[in-house]
């Protein structure tokens, strides 16, 4: 199995555009291409549109980039399947959203499995908060077809300022 490790800009507010013009850069000497013959660069991509989605509040653009069967799981609670389910599920969280960066701390890839290591920062309902997570994304044809997401989900609601989990029906 090809392993390749990659460790992005430190800003990741770049766009997606500007995060792969510095795949060639070697100046600060921590982002390199996914590897000499372009292995993984697609599903790289994928997760950085993903990202930028993300950090531009996107919603449509995030339930886009799944599969029309794509999994949306947070390991804390059941996953969600399919782009209505999981369009619901990111809106519905979305409301309270203010803004969101997720920090890229480290990104991997192997075969069409991207492993993300980033800590999210957002305002959610007026409350500042921030929360290390691990991301294991599945891409398949260009889409995300399975989405796990490893993180302490009593410090994400208390970092959202939430007493009661929004998800709590899904328990």
Request: hydrophobic fraction near 45%.
């Amino acid at each position: 199995m090809n392993i390749t490790i990659r460790r992005p800009a430190r800003a990741l507010g770049l766009s997606l555009a500007a995060s792969l013009a510095l795949v060639g850069c070697s100046a600060a000497g921590d982002v390199k291409a996914a590897s000499s013959d372009g292995a993984g660069e697609e599903e790289i991509a994928v997760v950085m549109d993903m990202v930028d989605a993300w950090n531009n509040t996107d919603w449509e653009k995030v339930v886009d980039l799944f599969a029309d069967d794509g999994v949306l799981h947070s390991m804390m609670i059941d996953p969600i399947t399919g782009k209505e389910s999981i369009r619901a599920r990111i809106n519905h969280m979305g409301e309270g959203l203010e803004s969101i960066t997720l920090h890229i701390k480290n990104i991997g890839v192997g075969g069409n499995v991207v492993f993300i290591e980033r800590v999210d920062e957002f305002v959610y309902n007026g409350h500042a908060g921030e929360v290390p997570v691990a991301g294991v994304i599945e891409i398949v044809d260009g889409k995300v077809k399975v989405w796990r997401e490893y993180y302490d989900r009593d410090e994400l609601l208390s970092e959202m300022g939430v007493a009661v989990d929004f998800d709590s029906e899904a328990r």
